[in-house]
């Protein structure tokens, strides 16, 4: 009788390329774009356009998200700044640095109302459950708080030395004031309008994004050249980590359904892209020479990013499209050495203005066997793509082979995974058959068994026949290892 012994030998899975965020197009806006805000239900971007020595016109750019074209020039106070947006009211807020007032622009008809603050406002924060809009006056120490509904400021809060960033948590109806000369933050209580905590944070700290999700503050500190970011944790308003960044970062914006955080490192003229769950640097793009990019915008229903070039007097589109994958396998339930044919799937999930993913999808198994092709290219319509490959498990294993879809991602798509199991069944013995009496002799020359062999070992015996009577037949059995 002749013994032959299959040996399963584990495959190493594929990983392939990735890709994230890119610069997909530039748009040309007005003298010294600084400040930028969303209509994230319009898909409207607006960017304050500071202008120079009164040389420029102080206007605010008006662009449509759809195709990132520049529909509109408002003219507004003097030396705009900060961007504020309520989206459920279509109302954007802009803090007039050199006219000491805000110009309330109607986002339907774009015509526009004229509200006094305090000296110097800088940035705009507003809480859409309130309809209450913040404005930071660095000249005076202080934030006024105006009344979304009547266009009245309501009260003025005193904060520290000159205040900056803003930053909203609607849900806490909590503020977050940045003190530029104080290295500190100052915590508004909505409700009271009054500072209930001063959080000490980097040197100089500026612009200020939050996530209301998480209820994480993320505030830039400015003068240095090994810029950070500071989180707080809003449960307890203490920094709970400081994130290294690039040079002398200014704008900052927070993509809350991914949990991405966007910074402008001005002197590096790079974006800064943080992973709000591992608190790390995942991402940088960098931009061409001498953009000194300044005001981040996110629009969280494109997953596009917007970033105001000061030294190019002009708007970065940074794409991000999220994206979701999937695979099947038909038959699912698979004989040894036949053929599966394995479809991924690939949607672009990033809702308004999302399109069809383009690129490669990489699969790899857990278990032993082989594609006709370890990557297929992408083909659909809408927001949707698919490509198929063959999959021939060699060995049954242990029974089920994870199969792993991988899409890279293109210019505008970011990657994603999925999977799915293959059931494997016995129908013939795979791998190379040794004579059981010659295996005492090759085992001295191979590495511990329990080095490289795993699964299940098939037993495939022959019981010879009188000479002249046919074949041998097969004996079929199998072990555990």
């Keep these: 009788m002749i013994t032959t012994v299959a040996l399963l030998v584990l495959i190493p899975g594929i990983t392939p390329p990735g890709r994230a ?28 356009n500071y202008g120079l020595n009164g040389t420029f016109p102080s206007t605010v750019s008006v662009i449509n998200g759809t195709n990132n074209s520049l529909t509109d020039t408002i003219t507004v106070g003097v030396n705009p700044a900060g961007v504020g947006v309520n989206s459920g009211t279509h109302t954007i807020y802009i803090a007039n ?47 006024s708080v105006i009344n979304g509904t009547t266009n009245t400021v309501s009260t ?15 849900s806490t109806n909590m503020i977050y004031v940045s003190n530029s000369l104080d290295n500190s933050v100052s ?24 996530n209301p999700t998480t209820d994480i503050i993320y505030v830039v500190n400015s003068n240095s050249s090994s810029g950070t970011v500071s989180m707080i944790d809003g449960s307890s308003n203490t920094v709970v ?40 640097v995942v991402n940088t793009v960098s931009l061409p020479l001498g953009t000194f990019p300044g005001a981040v915008g996110v629009d969280t229903v494109t997953n596009e990013i917007y970033v105001a070039n000061s030294g190019r007097r002009t708007v970065s589109v940074i794409s991000g499209h999220s994206t979701a994958t999937s695979v099947v396998c038909n038959p699912s339930t698979q004989l040894v050495n036949a053929n599966s044919l394995c479809t991924a799937t690939t949607t672009d999930t990033s809702g308004f ?8 999808v990489f699969f790899s198994s ?40 991988a899409y890279s991602g293109d210019s505008t798509h970011m990657s994603s995974t999925g999977n799915t199991i293959v059931t494997v069944t016995t129908s013939s013995v795979g791998g ?17 068994i329990s080095m490289f062999v795993t699964g299940i070992v098939l037993i495939h015996a022959f019981k010879k026949r009188p000479s002249g009577r046919g074949e041998n037949s097969p004996i079929e059995g199998q072990t555990t290892v």
């Design 97 to 143: 640095y050199n006219s000491s007032s805000v110009s309330v622009i109607n986002g339907v008809s774009n015509s526009t109302a004229t509200i006094s603050v305090g000296v110097h406002p800088s940035r705009v924060g507003v809480n859409p459950i309130t309809n209450e809009i913040y404005v930071t006056n660095s000249g005076t120490g202080t934030v």
């Design 353 to 360: 203005g999302a399109n069809v993913p383009t690129g490669a």
């Design 432 to 448: 190379t058959e040794i004579p059981i009496n010659k295996l005492a002799l090759l085992l001295p020359l191979l590495p511990p």
């Design 366 to 405: 857990t278990g032993t066997g082989s594609f006709n092709s370890t990557s297929c290219s992408l083909r659909g319509t809408g927001t949707t793509a698919s490509c198929s490959v063959t999959y021939t498990p060699t060995m049954v294993g242990t029974g089920h082979h994870t199969i792993f879809s």
């Design 21 to 48: 965020e890119a610069v997909t197009g530039t748009i040309a806006v007005g003298v010294n774009p600084a400040g930028i805000g969303i209509d994230t239900s319009a898909n409207r971007i607006y960017v304050s």
């Design 156 to 170: 003025t809060i005193l904060v520290g030395r000159s205040p900056v960033g803003i930053g909203v948590i609607p």
């Design 241 to 280: 980590a400081a994130i290294p960044v690039g040079a002398y970062p200014t704008g900052i914006d927070v993509n809350s359904l991914t949990n991405k955080i966007y910074v402008a490192n001005s002197a590096d003229g790079t974006i800064s892209v943080i992973d709000g769950f591992t608190n790390q």
């Design 187 to 210: 915590v508004i209580n909505g409700q009271t309008n009054t500072v209930i905590k001063t959080i000490i944070v980097g040197n100089d700290p500026g612009n200020i994004g939050a």
